[in-house]
């Protein structure tokens, strides 16, 4: 089977040397010091204690790969609108395209059902704020998509090294929740890889779930600079938290979707991931652009959509663009 992973930084990286080490024919796509260290010295992933060494094939231009079964993107949100172009090199016949951005992804509305009668009235639609123009839709085809909620964390210690932190889940789905014979072969070769890979028949369902916590959190310690822990512990900010993500829920919920646990369970989960800063932190400290268009700038999108009023979701994303917009491209 032929993989490439497009953005093989820490999770593309950790991706690609575990489907290299199952004896896959993985070709990783990076690009700078990461790229040449991993030309050189080869993909060194530290995971539980122990270094290994992967030597898959690693190229800069995606057209030196050619066309793959899978082509796994592991960009940012904000980084697919900008290699749109370059997609298409590795794109052919069978190819299918699988998405692991954080966020809601640009192929939202794609085979979508949703409330009732729902469905009809915003398939197809298209989102600017994951999506300007249509560029990613155009360059690759919804219909190509499985999509992909990603739970591991992971980082570059050095170029060419990735640590594995925890967790090894990949939960899966096709846009129109059906277990396919692509998405089943790709859970097998992940499962194969020594990963978790449960296919989904409403993953849509599981990415709010995720979502439903970052949409506040990760804006929140972006602009304040506090961990989970500290947010949840001062009383100001987790106000703030909880409207943001009752928002986030009446959008969802506008939608069809449903959620298991109360707004309060999800908040008392995040405390208990203790003093962690969030990759939207982190990428502002590192002078890094953010995903906050993905996150709370699709949220605040889809509250328009749908007629849900999204005001603190909405004041959250305009501080941290407004951090964004200090970060030379």
Known sequence: ?????????????????????????????ARGPHLAAMQQLGLRLIEGGEEQVVRPRCVEDPAEAGPQDYVLLTLKAHQLPEVADHLPALIGEGTTVVTMQNGIPWW????????????????????????PGGAVWEAIGPKRVVGSVVYPATEI??????RHVEG???????????????????????????????????????????????????????????????????????ALAREAMLEAQAVAEALGEQF????????????????H????????????????????????????????????????HEQVKALDGSVER
């Open 1 to 29: 089977m032929k993989i490439a992973v497009y953005g093989a930084g820490a999770i593309g990286g950790y991706l690609g040397a575990h489907l290299s080490l199952a004896g896959e024919d993985v070709t990783l796509i």
């Open 277 to 316: 800063r969030t990759s939207m932190l982190q990428d502002v400290e590192r002078g890094r652009r953010t995903e906050v268009d993905a996150i709370a700038g699709a949220v605040a999108e889809l509250g328009r959509v749908t007629g849900v009023a999204t005001p603190r979701i909405d004041s959250l």
């Open 168 to 238: 090894n889940r990949f939960s899966l789905g096709e846009p129109d929740g059906s277990k396919s014979d692509r998405v089943r072969r790709l859970a097998q070769a992940l499962i194969g890889a020594g990963l978790r890979a449960p296919v989904r028949p409403r993953l849509r369902n599981e990415l709010w779930v995720k979502l439903w916590g970052n949409v506040a959190f990760n804006p929140i310690s972006a602009i304040t600079g506090l961990t989970l822990a500290a947010i949840c512990a001062d009383p100001e900010q987790r």
């Open 108 to 131: 939202y509305f794609h085979a979508f059902d949703g409330a009732a009668g729902a469905g009809g009235r915003y398939e197809g639609r298209l989102l600017e704020s994951v999506d």
């Open 157 to 162: 210690e050095t170029p060419g090294v990735v």
């Open 260 to 275: 298991r646990i109360d707004v309060d369970q999800r908040i008392e989960g995040a405390a208990a991931v203790g003093e």
